[in-house]
């Protein structure tokens, strides 16, 4: 799950001034969310699909169909009630229970606040070493310093380039996949035909996949919700939902065909795609990874740290009694990276494997699934009204 930058919102309002029809806009808004730094390492990827061989390849579409499915009503009842703010939407929708689903809300985003920086400062210690030959704990002092000097000196420089960052990752994993794809074409078509499904649990792959949709779920729907505004009628809404299944289901289908060519090395690897970069042979191009992939990492850190900054800042015990706000907040900013630095400790593998599982699994039950079954009773009362 990924927060709006103010970057984003700017984005989201050009949005809806453009000539682009906006169920578009509302799909690249879900596609951009997704394709953070967790995506980007392989490693998600890897955990939750490659790992489940032929499984794998199909699972994906299994999952991105759950959350556009809860993306279509979610954008559907803030179409037709005009609401365009995920805190707005969650009070009306759940009403009268909104109270409590805005409490699961939080308790999500807090715990992506500690697991989502967390792995971007593992993921990019862990390039600083392979790549740079830097001590792990080197690497992680030294993101965490870079972050604390941007959210003080260069945040709105890392905001501006948070899109183009998005951008320049997008573009390097489609380059990796086109690449891998055709080098390994042939080890596809073996691996496919030396395995079997029987050598994996389809029930246990779709259950993963799905808790992956749970973890994307809180950030996603969120985000989509903010750029409904364009929307004229529930054909845009399931335009939008379907387009964006489309587009975020092949990425993922992508990531893991080239991964299932590399097979036991790369989902092994901490770093899946930084491996097959590696085995490409391009130094150019494993320059340019690390480089995107490190920046895109301190911009979600940042993006974090100033949604804590809006949430905290004016309002807990901890810090109000602080009268210099400059202070506030980069005294909020380093209580989240000392946690976040705690989390990257336990290591890619496990920040991705355990606690966005759990994750997953909780957002299934207070956040995604419940929007799906309330979704359609608030559907079938909107017909019944629009019908009377």
């Known amino acids: 799950m990924e927060v709006k930058s103010g970057n984003q919102k700017k984005v989201e309002t050009n949005i809806r001034k453009s000539v682009i029809p906006s169920f578009v806009g509302i799909a690249a808004v879900w596609f951009?969310?997704?394709?953070?730094?967790?995506?980007?390492?392989?490693?998600?990827?890897?955990?939750?699909?490659?790992?489940?061989?032929?499984?794998?390849?199909?699972?994906?579409?299994?999952?991105?169909?759950?959350?556009?499915?809860?993306?279509?009503?979610?954008?559907?009842?803030?179409?037709?009630?005009g609401i365009h703010d995920f805190k707005t939407y969650t009070n009306k929708f759940f009403h009268p229970y909104e109270k409590l689903f805005s409490t699961f809300f939080e308790i999500c985003f807090l715990v992506?606040?500690?697991?989502?920086?967390?792995?971007?400062?593992?993921t990019s210690a862990e390039l600083v070493e392979q790549f740079f030959g830097f001590n792990v704990w080197a690497g992680t002092i030294i993101i965490a310093i870079i972050s604390v000097i941007l959210v003080i000196y260069g945040a709105d420089i890392v905001k501006a380039a948070s899109t183009g960052m998005t951008v320049g990752i997008l573009a390097i994993l489609t380059i990796i996949a086109i690449l891998g794809i055709k080098a390994k074409s042939g080890t596809i078509a073996a691996n496919w035909n030396n395995s079997s499904f029987a050598d994996f649990s389809l029930m246990g792959g779709i259950w993963i996949a799905v808790s992956y949709a749970g973890f994307q779920s809180t950030g996603i729907i969120g985000n989509c919700i903010s750029v409904s505004e364009g929307l004229n009628s529930k054909r845009d809404s399931a335009k939008a939902a379907v387009l964006g299944t489309i587009i975020n289901a092949l990425m993922l289908i992508f990531i893991v065909l080239v991964n299932y060519a590399f097979q036991t090395e790369s989902i092994?690897?901490?770093?899946?795609?930084?491996?097959?970069?590696q085995q490409l042979g391009m130094p150019a191009l494993e320059t340019i990874y690390v480089i995107f992939v490190v920046l895109a990492s301190l911009s979600t850190i940042i993006t974090f740290a100033f949604s804590l900054?809006?949430?905290?800042?004016?309002?807990?015990?901890?810090?109000?009694?602080i009268k210099n706000e400059r202070i506030r907040n980069l005294l909020i900013v380093v209580i989240m990276l000392v946690l976040d630095v705690?989390?990257?400790?336990?290591?890619?593998?496990?920040?991705?494997?355990?606690?966005?599982?759990?994750?997953?699994?909780?957002?299934?039950?207070?956040?995604m699934?419940?929007?799906?079954l309330v979704g359609i009773r608030k559907n079938k009362q909107m017909k019944t009204d629009e019908i009377k």
Do not use: D, W
Request: hydrophobic share 50%.
């Open 112 to 122: 992506t606040s500690l697991l989502a920086p967390g792995l971007c400062i593992a």
């Open 309 to 321: 900054v809006v949430r905290f800042g004016n309002k807990e015990l901890l810090v109000k009694n």
């Open 32 to 81: 951009g969310t997704h394709a953070g730094p967790g995506v980007a390492s392989g490693k998600q990827v890897v955990s939750y699909y490659a790992a489940y061989g032929k499984f794998g390849i199909f699972t994906p579409i299994i999952a991105m169909a759950v959350l556009g499915i809860a993306i279509y009503f979610a954008l559907e009842f803030s179409r037709v009630n």
């Open 369 to 372: 699934f419940p929007i799906i």
């Open 268 to 277: 092994n690897s901490l770093l899946p795609n930084y491996y097959i970069v």
């Open 342 to 367: 705690g989390v990257s400790t336990f290591g890619i593998a496990k920040i991705v494997n355990i606690g966005y599982k759990y994750l997953g699994y909780f957002s299934i039950f207070v956040v």
